[in-house]
């Protein structure tokens, strides 16, 4: 008597843990498709809320135009100056995080051992995770002082203030990445070398180093996309002037920061609001396509030393 | 200066000499490049060092109860942040119950699903390039549709969902991390017994890789708890009273300390220190917490 129900039983249980089976795989999947959707969302809402400022203004204008007067009657608006402000900024984070980061990388991943190792590494992440409002209050409290008594500028909001702070800022992407580059070369390369009579410095330079370029540079190239985004150290740090910065020493505004500053006050759904995403939208192109370069290099690295 | 005598064979004495020396410059320069790169590795330690020290010097002093407890007074020149730590832990609890499911599922799916294909690896660019999407673009994209198409307004829930994408790559990836470091044999022995696919990954693999995902998603959830330029277009307001619903305007630490520090008339130096001591100190805290207790489960588990 119980045989029969016994067995419809379990053959009903199989069923439905199929059928919730399927289902179960369908909404994971979706999921899986997130990251694609939130990335093309953001590209489609950037470009239709920029539409009525590249009608209105056109792209070319405003990227190659040299003034902002958002505010003026007629306004202008050129993003030059904001160009020229993210590269002088960026340029001096970079000078300082590249050179700095990869030597540390190379320390910590070829010389640096046991518990140092280990603690180097965790005060590296935890660098990474102070927000960067708390890095531009540091630069306000002590980096533009002395910036501006060490060159004998009235203000010490500079462009080369903002790079400096954003240069730290980067350094633990650049440092991470690059360290991992040089980890994945395999160990046999370095021990071919050192039993050729190399010394470890000689081993690092002639062989791990060009073994991990593809990763070093990499790093170098998310740490620029680092540097490009920041947004509140440049905004509380570089003075943000609306003339096109000639030297470090002045004060400039970023992309980024311009667009912080002065979507607080704009009309929402006016030209200026548009503009303001328009340059959102220039933005994400720069650093869509510094990823995806960064992105296809890594994974050219990761395939070479797959085995 | 006549002729010269024909050159003499490389004699094998000066060779060893030779060899020493250039074996010495060798030592010598490398000595040289480990101090040099020693120092770039001793210089970012020194910086991270000193920002501990700095904030911790000038913002632990002003901590205390009545400073964490009460509101702000006074054009927030005196009082204490109450409402910015609570909008902060109510903003990232909200990028929690967002980002964490649609995350996790996403990680699974890459871990125990996905083929590599042409999709997979579009995908997995996808997650790369989110990652490095500028801050301030997230917040343009949360403006554009939470706020303005979705009309949630400026408030806790547009903030949160803004906050959700930005964090969405670090909780996929560590999901995905920990689920490849779970043994093959635990699935094949549960698939053996008869167990489908997911009831394995529900109730085998999950489990196991549970400590690995719960930490990396509060690491990003952290950061997204320090993030200042996402939550100034879609969330936080300079004042605002203690919200009574999602679509309530918030203050926020990080917005709250960008006020201060910035703002013409301002407010005494303890308050924006001891504000960075709050932020920062939490932030850690949760790591450290979080980092613990995954090595603590970790040392549990053996496989």
Known sequence: ?307 | MSAPAPAPAPAPAPAPAMRSSRIKRARAVEAIAKTITGACLFLTIAATLAIIGVIVYRGAPSISWEFLSSMPKKQMTEGGIWPAIWGTLMLTLGTALFAGPIGIGAGIYLAEYAKSGPVTRMIRLSIANMAGVPSIVYGLFGLSLFVMVLKFGTSLLAGSLTLACLTLPVIIGSTEESFRQVPRDLRQASLALGATKLRTIMRVVLPAAAPGIVTGSILGLSRAAGETAPIMLTAVAFFAPMPDSPFDQVMALPYHLYIMATQAVKPAPAIIWGTAFVLVGGVTAAGVLAAAWRSRQRSKLRW
């Open chain 1, 1 to 307: 008597m119980t045989q029969p129900s016994d067995k419809t039983a379990r053959k009903g249980r199989l069923g439905f843990s199929r059928a919730a089976d399927a289902v179960v795989r369908r909404v994971i999947a979706a999921c899986g498709l997130i990251a694609v959707v939130v990335l093309a969302a953001i590209f489609g809402f950037l470009l239709v809320n920029a539409i009525k400022a590249i009608r209105e203004v056109g792209l070319g204008t405003m990227m190659a135009g040299t003034d902002w007067y958002p505010t003026t009657e007629p306004p202008v608006f050129g993003f030059l100056p904001s160009e020229v402000g993210s590269l002088w900024v960026t340029g001096v984070a970079l000078l300082l995080a590249v050179p700095i980061g990869i030597a540390a990388a190379v320390f910590l991943s070829e010389f640096a051992k046991g518990r140092f190792k280990e603690i180097a590494k965790s005060v590296v992440e935890f660098m990474a995770a102070v927000p960067s409002v708390v890095l531009g209050l540091l630069g306000l409290a002590y980096i533009a002082p002395l910036i501006s008594k060490t060159f004998n500028v009235d203000s010490g909001l500079t462009a080369l203030t903002a790079g400096l702070v954003v240069g730290v800022m980067s350094l633990p992407t650049i440092i991470s990445i690059a360290e991992d580059a040089l980890f994945s070369v395999p160990k046999e390369l370095r021990q071919g070398a050192l039993a050729l009579g190399n010394t470890d410095w000689q081993t690092t330079y002639k062989v791990v180093v060009p073994a991990a370029s593809s990763g070093i540079f990499a790093a170098a190239m998310l740490g620029l996309g680092r540097a490009i985004g920041e947004t509140m150290v440049v905004l509380m740090l570089a003075g943000n002037s609306g003339l096109i910065p000639t030297s470090p020493l002045q004060a400039a505004r970023t992309m980024t920061g311009t667009i912080a500053q002065e979507m607080g006050e704009v009309v929402r759904g006016g030209t200026h609001y548009s503009v303001l995403f328009a340059m959102g939208l220039v933005l994400f192109a720069i650093t869509f396509v510094i990823n995806l370069a960064a992105d296809v290099v890594l994974e050219r690295q990761r395939k070479k030393w797959r085995r």
